[in-house]
């Protein structure tokens, strides 16, 4: 594993037009987040038009177009039809198998495959998740076998439609795939999604909630752990407190301390950071990419290099700042004394890029960068008066949560459903521990084995 940082390559590269000017392009060496700059490009709000997407690139497959005539004229094929009785045949596949704009209906998985994306947008966002929240060999293997009890228990006339729908191999492309920065997730993820693909009703109910529940929690602890530079932790998720809708807050709370407040705080850095590590991936060719964390891994096993990359992170960071021309407030920053040359350099190349990103024109394309993210966010936002916006579970994403958690256990202990919550990066304080018991007691949830709290059980929610 070598890290050989290359000004030449960063003066060579693509984040200079062909006039020399530095525009800031990402995505080349380093991909970090699916969002874009421009600030009329509509967020993704909504995961339900990108799952089929997401099933697709799993399986390294796109899906072949079809359309109710098509289909049709191959099941009349394989099918005796009375004369006289063509036209209700048609008009039989249509009803039951596609909607009124000839979609097909996600009945199951194969067809749930076949629905395009509307944006570019969202096709960003289902590679995204597809590089960034399991081994894609597991998540291919729990998909094939899915699909293959589901074709199972089908029943003929839908089986003889999946056998028309096809699907071709994905060319490769130049792309290289999103950076993983934590896997604190990974295997929590597979399991849920193992799980959910176990029911084709859990499917239909639950898979959109998961795919949106874990694209906030990967890029909410990426955004966190991408603030501590060096001192990042891949395996840990950082608390990040939520509070329960109907419940009363404060700003004592850490659902207020540590919750949208200290996210936010992150999220809107999120360009800095992608140009920031844009920069820091101009490495001579053999290299491999890093981010902030394998780069502390490297220099805790190489620190004869410290002085050498400290330098040319200096180097890079003079290029830049001598590249940008229109922010006057770039030369009060100062590099800080630091014993960690390497944090220290990287530190003030960080600052230069977020201070020249604040004080310019520039500053509309950074924060809508990071507006695409917040508009997602909304989904687990509530207003709380004085206190703003707090992170905030609702009934029916509490209950998902409590499902996903004990899955298909008879019950499990009060104490362990909270700490899968935490799995998850949903993190509650006391006072919401004790409101999402009281609810539980109230559907009944609730079993008592002693009057010790910790011999307190939660019920599996059918």
């Not at 929690?217 to 395996?235: K, N, P």
């Not at 780069?295 to 805790?300: A, F, I, M, N, V």
């Not at 002085?307 to 770039?330: F, G, H, N, P, V």
């Not at 019950?411 to 935490?422: A, G, N, T």
């Amino acid at each position: 594993m070598e890290y050989n940082l290359s000004l030449a390559e960063f003066q060579s590269g693509k984040m200079f037009d062909s006039n020399r000017k530095f525009i800031h392009k990402t995505g080349n060496r380093f991909k970090l987040f699916p969002f874009v700059t421009q600030p009329n490009s509509v967020p993704v709000e909504d995961l339900s038009q990108l799952v089929g997407t997401f099933l697709c690139k799993i399986e390294g497959k796109k899906p072949d177009k079809i359309a109710v005539s098509e289909l049709v004229a191959e099941l009349k094929q394989e099918t005796d039809i009375e004369a006289g009785q063509e036209q209700l045949f048609y008009e039989t596949v249509k009803q039951l198998f596609f909607t009124s704009n000839e979609q097909l209906r996600p009945l199951n998985l194969q067809m749930l495959s076949h629905i395009p994306y509307k944006e570019v947008s969202e096709e960003k966002v289902a590679d995204y998740l597809v590089d960034v929240l399991g081994n894609k060999d597991n998540l291919k293997r729990m998909v094939t076998n899915a699909k293959t009890r589901e074709l199972a228990s089908s029943n003929v006339f839908e089986r003889l439609v999946l056998k028309h729908l096809k699907s071709s191999d994905e060319k490769n492309t130049d792309d290289i795939s999103y950076y993983g920065v934590v896997t604190s997730l990974t295997e929590v993820f597979e399991s849920d999604f193992k799980y959910i693909l176990g029911n084709q009703n859990r499917v239909r109910e639950y898979l959109v909630t998961l795919l949106e529940l874990y694209f906030f929690s990967y890029t909410a602890q990426t955004s966190l752990q991408l603030d501590r530079f060096l001192d990042g932790e891949r395996s840990i998720n950082i608390p990040l407190y939520f509070c329960l809708d109907w419940e009363k807050t404060s700003q004592s709370r850490q659902c207020f301390t540590d919750g949208w407040q200290r996210l936010q705080y992150s999220v809107e850095k999120m360009f800095a950071h992608v140009v920031t590590l844009e920069i820091l991936n101009y490495t001579e060719p053999g290299s491999e990419r890093f981010d902030y964390i394998a780069l502390r891994k490297y220099l805790d096993e190489n620190p004869e290099k410290e002085i050498d990359i400290a330098q040319t992170i200096d180097d890079l960071t003079s290029l830049y700042r001598q590249s940008i021309t229109d922010c006057a407030e770039m030369s009060e920053l100062k590099k800080e004394n630091d014993e960690d040359q390497v944090l220290a350099s990287l530190k003030f190349l960080f600052a230069s890029v977020k201070c020249q990103f604040e004080n310019t024109v520039r500053a509309r394309a950074y924060n809508s960068y990071a507006g695409k993210y917040e508009s997602f966010c909304h989904k687990y936002l509530k207003s709380r008066g004085r206190s703003g916006l707090m992170l905030s579970l609702s009934e029916e994403t509490l209950i998902f949560l409590t499902k996903i958690s004990i899955k298909d256990n008879e019950q499990m202990r009060l104490k362990d459903v909270f700490d899968e919550f935490e799995r998850r990066g949903v993190f509650l304080d006391d006072i919401s521990k004790q409101q999402v018991t009281d609810y539980y007691e109230k559907l009944n949830l609730i079993e008592k084995k002693s009057d010790s709290g910790d011999a307190k059980y939660v019920k599996r929610i059918l």
